[in-house]
């Protein structure tokens, strides 16, 4: 691996803030689809390859974890001769709230024992840095289309006033269903409901307000003020 002057510079580098590292290319008839995510945690857009790449941006979003994100953040050249490695390009690197990194690979679940040489290098090459390393292979339904749906209230926009966060939390309660809470804080304010439900499902995707994800989302799901956000089930990822 690096020697280890060479490792602590670099691990020390702010690559959450780094521009990717090659283009984006498209080309017609592609079968992975690239474009822009505007992240909530950056309030920037970040590039992904693929729909499982931005599967894995609305999940950086969702997480209170993490504070940065970039993509493409770096390229690793291995040293001449290293067995089954070539050149390789992490898909992100996130800043954690606690200052720590963390770098991720995102496959495919089908691709995923074709990769275990690459990923073993580079969690190896991750640890020497001090840095996590995770391999990412999607959400499990129901929880990713709930996400989906959530992570549409994500502007800030939809981000409720001082003013009127308390409204909301005391219709809320101590638990009631999305369309009772609607009611009741549009009654409260004299907001129309559909401005109170983006306001409401804002709440829930930054976590004050907390919804099952483990069942389909719907205006009759429960939710009520946070203790902690819902653990988000990922799929089963490579050693």
């Not at 920037?44 to 931005?54: A, D, N, P, T, W």
């Not at 939390?169 to 101590?174: Q, T």
């Amino acid at each position: 691996m690096l020697d280890e002057p060479v490792l602590a510079a670099w691990a020390s580098l702010r690559l959450e803030s780094a521009l990717p590292v090659r283009s984006f290319f498209s080309w017609p008839g592609k079968r992975n689809y690239e474009g822009l995510w505007w992240s909530s945690t950056t309030g920037s857009h970040v590039g992904f390859e693929s729909l499982l790449e931005r599967d894995f941006l609305m999940l950086a979003d969702y997480d209170e974890d993490i504070v940065g994100i970039a993509s493409q953040p770096f390229a690793v050249l291995w040293p001449r001769g290293t067995e089954g490695a070539r050149g390789h390009v992490p898909d992100f690197f996130v800043r954690l709230s606690d200052g720590g990194g963390r770098v991720v690979d995102v496959r495919h679940p089908d691709h995923l024992e074709a990769g275990r040489r690459q990923f073993s290098l580079t969690r190896a090459l991750c640890e020497e840095a001090g840095w996590d390393y995770e391999v990412f292979s999607g959400v499990a339904e129901p929880a990713a289309s709930n996400l989906r749906w959530l992570s549409g209230y994500r502007l800030h926009r939809y981000a409720p006033g001082s003013t009127i966060v308390p409204a909301i939390m005391d219709a809320v309660g101590s638990g009631v269903s999305v369309s009772a809470g609607v009611r009741r804080a549009s009654r409260m304010l004299r907001l129309e409901p559909s401005t109170v439900q983006a306001h409401l499902l804002h709440l829930a995707f930054i976590g004050v307000l907390q919804v099952g994800l483990d069942e389909p989302l719907s205006m009759e799901t429960w939710i009520a003020p946070a203790q902690e956000k819902s653990p988000m089930p990922r799929l089963a990822a490579a050693s």
